[in-house]
């Protein structure tokens, strides 16, 4: 099978390919829009494991929401749970999209920034949580290891990098249509690992289709 992250226009398909998708939670979740409800109370109960009072606890002040389009989870995640949050992604479309969709809240957004991950800096020490949800297969092996890299200088103490995302059953599946890839576990683990990033917490989301992918969501340090 062809590891199509190494032709030159894996990032220009793949911006091309988001430009012509509508700025929709549908547009988002590839005609899966039904199952964004139970995407997102999955990753509540997720977080409010890391958040509140005590030891190792993170705040609630800052998050960034990778790869954010129109900003589905930060509308509904993020921005309940958090002070302040930046969006970061490379389509201009979805950016602009949010400013409307994310109503009121879109108050609290810090910043919208319009760049790919793999040249995007976060700004260091800024952030409490960075979640990267249905992006990391758009990112070649080394630039999804050097972008976790910089979001671990990136973030506060006791703040996590959540990576939740598709899984393959086994290797490196492509998706000539999106230009993206989806890795099994143990290779992005793996990457995890070479970015000097530790598991510290792992779950599958549960009800979602038979028919898709398993997804999971690792809580990394
Ligand atoms: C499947 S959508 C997921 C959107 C959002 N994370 C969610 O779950 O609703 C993938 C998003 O990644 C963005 N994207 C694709 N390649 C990217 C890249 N190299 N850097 C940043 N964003 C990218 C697309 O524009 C799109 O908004």
Redesign the pocket.
Known sequence: MGDISGEPSF?SN??GY?KD?PPT?DG???GYGSISSI?INGSKAFLRKFLGEGEGKMNAGCAL??????G??SKRLLLPLFKTVDL????QE?LDKAKTYLGEDAKRVGNFFC????D?VPESGRYDVIWI???IG??TDDHLVEFLRRCQKALRPNGLVIIKDNVSYQGVVPDEVDSSVCRDLGIVRRLVASAGLSVVYEEQQVNFPKEIYHVHTLALQ
């Open positions: 990032y793949a911006e988001w998708v939670v988002m979740l590839g995407d929401d990778c790869g954010a389009g129109i589905r989870i970061v992604d490379v389509t979805f760049i790919g991950l793999q995007f949800q249905w992006v758009h990112l």
